[in-house]
Nanobody, 124 residues
Framework: QVQLVESGGGLVQAGGSLRLSCAAS????????MGWFRQAPGKERDFVAV????????VYADSVKGRFTISRDNVKNMVYLQMNSLSPEDTAVYYC?????????????????WGRGTQVTVSS
């Protein structure tokens, strides 16, 4: 089993920044991708960003490209999401997730474990 715990969410004004963190514990594995997804009220859970096991590949949703940066620290079993130039449209619960294997995916069904999420609210 893998446990994922997100932190760093909160209330921020438009144009501001937040840094989300996700701590992974439990079973360890040699290769896995880690992703961030978000879900706004009444909407589907959407892909935000993913990073492969060695950090060599990062992929972003078009809506966050150029504003968000995903990174990971395999020594600490952490993944981060730096979010800049936030807008009210970024308001959502943000989830981190783990996908077994070395390939990345933007599809939530391809992920094996999920955290409980952290709320991000951007005021206008």
């Amino acid at each position: 089993q893998v446990q994922l715990v997100e932190s760093g969410g909160g209330l921020v004004q438009a144009g501001g920044s937040l840094r989300l963190s996700c701590a992974a514990s439990g079973r360890t594995f040699s290769t896995y991708s880690m992703g961030w997804f978000r879900q706004a009220p009444g909407k589907e859970r959407d892909f935000v960003a993913v990073v492969t096991w060695n950090g060599g590949t990062t992929v972003y949703a078009d809506s966050v490209k150029g504003r968000f940066t995903i990174s990971r620290d395999n020594v600490k079993n952490m993944v981060y999401l730096q979010m800049n130039s936030l807008s009210p449209e970024d308001t959502a619960v943000y989830y981190c997730a783990v996908r077994y294997g070395s390939s990345w995916s933007t599809t939530s069904q391809d992920y094996n474990y999920w955290g409980r999420g952290t709320q991000v609210t951007v005021s206008s």
